[in-house]
């Protein structure tokens, strides 16, 4: 069973629009979430975190958290043309110790278009 | 800072043939991570550090793979004999870790391998 899920994409938003990523983890322990952003050929970039639920906030971005339902999603407000990438979710899947490891979803592909 | 180093950039090599990778990871981090990453497979977990301390090898495919930490400042990845399955781009990653939640890494460039 995979332990990150997201859709794969494309995702495809206009200019100025709020664009929604969404992500479902199976380890109910988990307790450590992350988002990453990769353009094409370069490396993944961590873009925020979060460990509580409910939301959070930075800039543009959102991440919401709902534990209860094994969910995080990631929301870009006022989306633009450089925010076309891959957007991965990742989640540390052991509660606490020193696990400090990070499983990685499959990344949903965002397009917004000008 | 100069982030995490990865060397080469690019390695195509023959099948049997054997691989090393390298990695510099950000000074004063005690943790160290070698991803894989593929179109199918997307990026996966090979081995990771703490503290120059092998702590989760799981990921490794097989014999065919070692990876080493030698000092706080120094990496390696081998792989002996090559396999054209093993092409993939490779990433090492690093981050400060205390015990408790884990921080998020800082990614190097990566190492795109091609095995023919």
């Known amino acids: 069973q995979k332990e990150v899920e997201q859709n794969s994409g494309p995702l495809s938003v206009p200019e100025g629009a709020i664009a929604s990523l969404n992500c479902t983890y199976s380890?109910?322990?988990?307790?450590?979430f992350f988002w990453y952003r990769q353009y094409s050929g370069k490396s993944p970039e961590l873009i925020m975190f979060?460990?509580?639920?409910g939301d959070k906030e930075d800039g543009r971005f959102t991440a919401q958290l709902n534990k209860a339902s094994q969910y995080v999603s990631l929301l870009i407000r006022d989306s633009q043309p450089s925010d076309s990438a891959t957007y991965l979710c990742a989640v540390n899947p052991n509660s606490g110790g020193s696990n400090y490891k990070l499983t990685f979803g499959k990344g949903t592909l965002l397009t917004v278009n000008p | 800072d100069a982030g995490v180093i990865q060397s080469p950039r690019h390695e195509v090599t023959e099948m049997g043939q054997e691989v090393t990778l390298r990695c510099k990871p950000i000074?004063?981090?005690?943790?160290l991570f070698w991803y894989r990453q593929t179109m199918m497979r997307g990026l996966e977990l090979l081995i990771y550090?703490?503290?120059?301390?092998?702590?989760?090898d799981s990921g490794m495919p097989e014999d065919r793979f070692s990876a080493k930490m030698p000092n706080a400042s120094f990496s390696t990845l081998k792989i002996q004999p090559s396999e054209p399955r093993d092409s993939a781009v490779y990433f090492c990653?690093?981050?400060?870790?205390?015990?408790?939640?884990?921080?998020?890494?800082?990614f190097g460039s990566g190492t795109r391998l091609t095995v023919v």
């Open positions: 979060i460990y509580s639920n």
């Open positions: 550090f703490n503290n120059n301390v092998p702590i989760d």
């Open positions: 990653a690093s981050s400060f870790t205390l015990s408790g939640a884990p921080n998020g890494y800082t």
């Open positions: 380890d109910r322990g988990s307790q450590s």
């Open positions: 000074s004063g981090h005690n943790s």
